[in-house]
């Protein structure tokens, strides 16, 4: 029986896919090839192969990601639980979690791609996986599987958008061992919620505030004289917006709330509801070398760099992703997001400078490639045609500071002719993530129909 893309996408829903841990959603895809009769294959970290013969003597690749960013207000069981969504109005959202449309609402869409025949070109599918950590899966899917040279992926947030080229990012851990010593004075606990958060390359250019570094403003304006513990944001690729830290200082309880009732916050967050909590904490054991951890921390570049000169688009950024300390260890998780190789290693090389200054072992998790902006594309021009045959609406052509498999994919398929379309999905990898029902449903006519009339096209036969 023939599912429409929304009841595809409740279904994915309630599939637990957190990065690392896409078995269900393998298995679920490898369900829906069987019952339709699809070529499969399953590969190396849960990555699926699919392919629809057409009859057609054109191929066309579809590309979407299975897994998703898992973040909440409070724990949630994110390897057992599907997602508690809710419809409001044109919206899919969540109850407290992030939703999962990055990028399950694209892998709808195929699906529901997938059991259109009339008119279609032959269709290869390319789901990968840990598309939000590593990107382990692009890299090492079995490409030689595929046939096709043109590729649509699913993996955009905007609709209209083409999006023709992307960021590179490196990710990065910053490691510390840490000492221990007893504190002569009180300890308190600073909480910090309510601030937007948000992607660490879509939303880096709107000013958002980084938990992280309002955190050691804050304890420098507190006249703190060490840190017990420090706990803020999920992963590199998402501003953090909430978190705690403990202190000791001289002063008492109502002297440090006096204090922070005096400061000017000067916050550029587009809009934020901050909360501050100062409670008393009874363990008096703090770090030693407390300040250089804050100072590294305060020194320590965070945001959007540099754009490109002409169009102000973000070119160079860097975000303070995640700080926590385990088993006698301060860890960092940082980021780079780069459309210019030469002014990424530079900032790599600044930042392992002052890694060593501050005696913080760096590692390099994972570098992915950008992918350039291609003057002709074929595919590019079709999609524009398309929409506005469909809806009287010019498309926008795209530069993305998002980091992207686009690179990777350039990378393994020679020649490839590539972009990236989507619904439009708000505040990914948040628990404000939301996805428009009727850009879906647009998105999804916009693609069929693309895909027809590239089928029918009689240049750049596959």
Request: with cysteine; proline share 2%; net charge negative.
């Amino acid at each position: 029986m023939m599912k429409g893309v929304l009841e595809y996408f409740e279904e994915i829903m309630q599939i637990p896919r957190e990065s690392g841990k896409e078995e269900k959603i393998a298995e679920y895809l490898v369900k829906f090839a069987r019952e339709n009769n699809l070529e499969y294959k399953v590969g190396k970290y849960n990555t699926v192969y699919l392919r629809k013969n057409n009859n057609s003597n054109k191929t066309i690749i579809l590309q979407a990601h299975s897994d998703m960013v898992c973040v909440s207000t409070e724990s949630y069981d994110f390897d057992n639980k599907g997602i508690p969504f809710y419809i409001d109005g044109d919206y899919y959202k969540s109850k407290n979690t992030s939703l999962g449309a990055d990028d399950g609402i694209g892998i709808a869409i195929i699906l529901a791609i997938l059991q259109e025949s009339k008119n279609m070109p032959n269709i290869e599918v390319i789901i990968t996986t840990q598309e939000e950590t590593t990107m382990l899966g692009a890299s090492n899917f079995d490409y030689s599987l595929i046939k096709g040279k043109t590729l649509i992926s699913l993996d955009g947030i905007k609709e209209a958008d083409i999006e023709s080229s992307s960021a590179g990012m490196c990710s990065i851990t910053l490691n510390k061992n840490i000492d221990y010593e007893i504190s002569k004075e009180n300890c308190y606990k600073l909480s910090i919620s309510g601030l937007m958060g948000g992607h660490s390359g879509d939303d880096i250019d709107k000013n958002r505030c980084n938990a992280i570094k309002l955190a050691t403003r804050l304890l420098e304006k507190l006249n703190y004289k060490s840190i017990a513990d420090i706990n803020f944001g999920k992963r590199d690729n998402v501003i953090p917006s909430e978190g705690y830290v403990i202190f000791s200082s001289k002063e008492n309880i109502e002297s440090i709330n006096e204090k922070i009732g005096k400061i000017d916050f000067n916050l550029n967050d587009e809009k934020y509801s901050l909360k501050l909590k100062i409670e008393n904490y009874e363990d008096k054991t703090v770090i030693k070398e407390s300040k250089r951890i804050i100072e590294f921390i305060s020194k320590i570049k965070d945001g959007l760099l540099e754009v490109y000169k002409d169009d102000e688009f973000p070119l160079l950024s860097t975000n303070i992703g995640k700080i926590s300390i385990k088993d006698n260890k301060v860890e960092v998780k940082y980021s780079i997001r780069s459309s210019d190789l030469l002014k990424e290693e530079e900032l790599l090389k600044q930042i392992r400078v002052l890694s060593s200054e501050y005696g913080f072992e760096l590692t390099v998790d994972a570098n992915k490639p950008f992918f350039p902006y291609k003057g002709k594309s074929i595919i590019r021009n079709i999609l524009a045609e398309t929409y506005k045959e469909l809806y009287n609406k010019e498309t926008t052509i795209k530069k993305v500071h998002a980091c992207m498999e686009g690179g990777i994919l350039s990378n393994n398929i020679q020649d490839l002719d590539i972009c990236t379309i989507a619904p439009t999905i708000e505040n990914c990898h948040s628990i404000n993530e939301r996805v428009s029902i009727s850009s879906t449903k647009r998105v999804y006519e916009w693609l069929k129909q693309a895909l027809i009339k590239y089928n029918q096209c009689e240049k750049n036969k596959n």
